[in-house]
């Protein structure tokens, strides 16, 4: 067999190679595949590896401050070129990085960012550039409302699955009309929904019984820690409808408490974005238009490290072996 009937990886069309590289931990992807040649790094500074951006895991890191997950998330988005399909990331620290991810994410057809600090005003304004969202989580964020949710409801109208799951803190003390404001601003403006999880949120029967009545596709409902609503009511009006809840059996979100622990491990390995010298070939990070949009100054991102945790992207991305959180 002559050597003309073989290719070489440097040759394959970078929409192939960027399928493989999806299936490969993100800290190889950025700072690995992009020193074997320039072919792969060309790849990995374009949008064939950014379609879905999970970094959910990672973010969750008490090491992850909010400077160094703005970096991540201005690099990865710009490399996406607006063909992202899928974000995954918890924490959000601010309206304008919100605002970031609707200019650069129009494509967006699952968002999911818990526990950020968005607010309803930014939403409002966001929400009309993602009309193709099917799944949204918007589980902890606290500074949000119905007026974020009916944002949500008027402009993703192909919304099929809504989670809106708090934290018992979350709720401790608060008023619950805001809630049930919630609960009617998903029945007036969700027809859609398929699934919905609203677990320790302070609703009522009469209120899931309105979205029940309005939601008429929904086939699953969440309502763990959901003390005030009546089961054995819901399964009797309902009785297709699959009901978790509202018992719990048990501890909530243990693995994120356990996540945010103050543990440190000896084998944690530091990635530097040093690493990720992007130049001609591979460069997005530390061009003009990066300079322009943070306004730091040169060499700021050049010393920014990140450290890498997790359990895989999910379950699409089978086969990667992150190393454990600590």
Request: glycine share 8%; aromatic share 8%; with cysteine.
């Amino acid at each position: 067999m002559g050597e003309s009937e073989y290719r070489c990886w440097e040759e394959l069309l970078p929409d192939a190679l960027g399928l493989v590289f999806r299936n490969l931990p993100l800290q190889e992807v950025l700072t690995v595949v992009p020193r074997v040649c320039k072919s792969w790094g060309r790849v990995v500074a374009g949008p064939y590896c950014w379609q879905e951006i999970d970094i959910e895991e990672w973010s969750q890191q008490r090491h992850s401050r909010p400077d160094h997950l703005i970096r991540m998330l201005d690099l990865l988005l710009r490399r996406s070129s607006g063909a992202c399909r899928r974000i995954s990331v918890s924490g959000l620290p601010c309206d304008p990085l919100f605002s970031f991810i609707g200019d650069h994410a129009r494509a967006l057809r699952t968002l999911e960012i818990p526990r950020s600090e968005i607010s309803d005003a930014v939403v409002e304004a966001v929400a009309p550039g993602l009309p193709n969202l099917t799944f949204l989580d918007i589980s902890s964020c606290t500074k949000i409302g119905a007026r974020a949710l009916e944002a949500f409801g008027r402009h993703c109208r192909s919304l099929a699955a809504l989670r809106r799951v708090m934290h018992p803190i979350d709720v401790a003390g608060r008023n619950a009309c805001g809630q049930h404001d919630e609960a009617r601003a998903i029945a007036r403006t969700m027809p859609a929904l398929r699934h919905l999880e609203v677990g320790y949120m302070l609703v009522t029967t009469e209120a899931i019984l309105e979205v029940l009545s309005r939601c008429r596709g929904l086939e699953f409902v969440d309502l763990r820690g959901c003390w005030a609503v009546d089961e054995a009511l819901l399964r009797a009006r309902h009785p297709r409808l699959s009901v978790l809840g509202p018992g719990v059996d048990d501890c909530f979100e243990n693995s994120y408490w356990e996540e945010c622990s103050d543990d440190d491990s000896e084998d944690d390995e530091v990635y530097s974005w040093e690493l990720m010298d992007d130049d001609e070939y591979y460069g997005v990070v530390g061009s003009d238009d990066d300079e322009a949009v943070w306004g730091d100054g040169p060499g700021l991102v050049e010393n920014l490290e990140v450290r890498f945790y997790g359990g895989g992207f999910s379950e699409s991305y089978a086969g990667i072996d992150w190393p454990a959180s600590p």
